[in-house]
């Protein structure tokens, strides 16, 4: 059964950095592409950054530049380091496996840009 658990969401100043993670048991990580997604309450969760198992990485045009993915496949875990954070950064952030038509996403954590 996998399972995905994120950490490092938190309150931050805009201009701020925080590392998000996901863990990933329950199967072997280097298979799966990753993904980040997150959502504002009343809206549709939205694609943020994708890395590939090959390491091949995209991001949606509003991170360009300060968000970046990332793997670990010895620790089955990927990251998303994101800075020059702002207001309209915070929501819940999610992450989503995904190998051949298996999809599983986390719980979520909770990151939010304030002053």
């Known amino acids: 059964q996998v399972q995905l658990v994120e950490s490092g969401g938190g309150l931050v100043q805009p201009g701020g950095s925080l590392r998000l993670s996901c863990a990933l048991s329950g199967d072997v990580f280097s298979v799966y592409g990753m993904r980040w997604y997150r959502q504002v309450p009343g809206n549709q969760r939205e694609f943020v950054a994708g890395?590939?198992?090959?390491?091949?990485?995209n991001y949606t045009d509003s991170v360009k530049g300060r968000f970046t993915i990332s793997r670990d496949n010895a620790k089955s875990t990927a990251y998303l380091q994101m800075n020059s954070l702002k207001p309209e950064d915070t929501a819940a952030y999610y992450c989503?496996?995904?190998?051949?038509?298996?999809?599983?996403w986390g719980q979520g954590t909770q990151v939010t840009v304030s002053s």
């Open positions: 989503f496996a995904s190998w051949r038509s298996d999809g599983y």
């Open positions: 890395i590939t198992r090959g390491g091949v990485t």
